[in-house]
């Protein structure tokens, strides 16, 4: 692990991250090798993906760092959260924060790094392709959600509306942030279908890598889109 720190827009964010995400991954599958297909498949799944800033995350503080309005003194929520970052952000803008993961482990990493940035973030287990827990409901509704990099399967995008519609009151919004997987058109035209107009920004922004000059030297174009109800 090691704590770095990212410049986003006016904002240096300390997180508590890992070096070397390659490297961690050959670790994990030399201590627990997989006898199954279904140990594979939930090894897979405790992988430590989250663990490291992704350039859809870096994408999407930016746009919040350009949009300060819109999230001060509002109530939010990130899912898929990983590390935390744009929680963080939310926080420093002076929204209400409230993030989730799915990864066991992603709770105590953001409680690490919330404490590095001297913020307060609540924090829930839950998996957003499974129903919303009532617990998460009680908090609500949020004025906005973000997600960044969370269209992975051909489900997401059904499973990503339906989660994410429940959480927002009518005049709330979404901000989703994607490198361009192939299931991205499929989620806007499920967000369109429920009446969601987007208005959509780009950014160049740094890969993700254990090398600093490679994240210097590599770019990775990403889209943002403001998603909301007339």
């Known amino acids: 692990m090691i704590t770095t720190i990212e ?21 994990i599958c030399k201590a627990h090798p997989p006898a199954s297909p279904e140990e594979e498949t939930r090894l897979l799944d405790l992988c430590p993906y989250f663990a490291t800033v992704w350039p859809s995350a870096r994408a999407l503080g930016l746009f919040m760092s350009e949009q300060k309005s819109l999230f001060s003194k509002k109530r939010g929520i990130e899912i898929g959260c990983g590390l935390g970052l744009n929680s963080i952000i939310g926080a420093k803008l002076g929204a209400a924060m409230t993030a989730a993961d799915f990864h066991p482990d992603a709770g105590h990493w953001l409680d690490k790094n919330t404490e590095l940035n001297q913020v307060k973030v609540d924090y829930l287990t839950w998996d957003w392709t499974t129903p919303v827990p009532g617990t998460l409901l009680s908090k609500g509704p949020f004025d906005f959600v973000l997600a ?6 051909s489900r997401h995008p059904a ?16 901000i989703l942030a994607d490198p361009g997987r192939s299931y991205l058109n499929q989620a806007l035209s499920e967000f369109e279908n429920q009446g969601f107009h ?19 030297e590599r770019k990775r174009k990403v889209r943002v889109f403001q998603l909301f109800r007339q």
């Open 7 to 27: 410049k986003i827009g006016t904002f240096p964010i300390h997180l508590w991250s890992i070096r070397d995400m390659d490297r961690a991954l050959d670790e």
């Open 148 to 153: 960044s990099d969370v269209l992975y399967e």
């Open 159 to 174: 499973d990503l509306v339906r989660a994410l519609i429940r959480l927002i009151p009518e005049k709330g919004f979404i």
């Open 198 to 216: 987007r208005v959509e920004f780009e950014y160049d922004v740094e890969e993700s890598s254990a090398i600093p000059e490679h994240r210097l």
